[in-house]
């Protein structure tokens, strides 16, 4: 079946600094995947989406690309302010007769001033 | 408003009991899917409606667990005689097609705690 593993949290980085949050997957066929994130107290939000291999998700200065090869969807932001606190969350829609939106367990970002 | 609401915000129940949670979608939206979030598990998928299609309940844990959604808007998930496992955020997402996934729209949830 469809899975998605994400690195284990928190992670507390310091403002500015490279922010990499590790995803990867297992899925039939050629899914479309997602990252979504929760803000405190509010609902999960979609961040950015890729549909097809290489290609590059990108919304306020977060960016994944899509990695068949590795089967992996990573996100990366070059620097993290304190507002991006949150928690994020990989998905994978693999269509195949299913409408299921597969997510991994979260991982929580701690930005610290 | 414009998003999904969700009520209640919050919900305690003794075991034993019956519970209702209400979900409704953004109008318009005829995708409807419940989600249940517990602590350190992620997003577990629980049902989808689609316009007038059969339900997909492929992921309610039990028979204790049930959704309608009337008239193609409002969605009731139903959990009936309680248990303590149950606890956890019932997140209720819509969306439209848009000759694919599109995004998924989620309500702020609501959080059951079973005593």
């Known amino acids: 079946g469809n899975s998605v593993t994400q690195m284990e949290g928190p992670v507390t980085l310091s403002e500015e600094a490279f922010l990499t949050i590790n995803c990867t997957y297992t899925?039939?066929?050629?899914?479309?995947l997602f990252w979504y994130v929760q803000y405190p107290g509010e609902g999960l939000q979609l961040l950015l989406k890729?549909?097809?291999?290489?290609d590059k998700g990108s919304n306020k200065g977060f960016e994944a690309t899509y990695r068949k090869e590795t089967t992996s969807f990573h996100l990366e932001k070059g620097s993290v302010q304190v507002s991006d606190s949150a928690v994020y969350f990989c998905?994978?829609?693999?269509?195949?007769?299913?409408?299921?939106?597969?997510f991994g367990k979260g991982t929580k970002l701690s930005v610290i001033p | 408003g414009a998003g999904v609401s969700q009520s209640p915000s919050n919900k305690v129940t003794e075991k034993g009991k019956d519970v209702e949670l209400r979900c409704d979608p953004i109008?318009?939206?005829?995708?409807l899917y419940w989600y249940r979030q517990s602590l350190g598990q992620g997003l577990e998928f629980l049902i989808y409606?689609?316009?007038?299609?059969?339900?997909?309940k492929s992921g309610l844990p039990s028979d204790r667990f049930s959704a309608e959604r009337t008239g193609g808007s409002v969605s009731t998930l139903t959990i009936q005689r309680t248990q303590q496992e149950d606890s956890a955020v019932y997140l209720c997402?819509?969306?439209?097609?848009?000759?694919?996934?599109?995004?998924?729209?989620f309500g702020e949830g609501s959080r059951l705690t079973v005593l």
């Open positions: 997402a819509s969306h439209t097609w848009t000759g694919g996934m599109g995004e998924l729209f």
């Open positions: 890729a549909t097809k291999a290489d």
């Open positions: 899925a039939t066929g050629y899914p479309s």
């Open positions: 409606f689609q316009g007038n299609s059969a339900p997909d």
């Open positions: 998905a994978l829609y693999s269509g195949a007769g299913s409408y299921q939106l597969t």
């Open positions: 109008s318009g939206h005829t995708a």
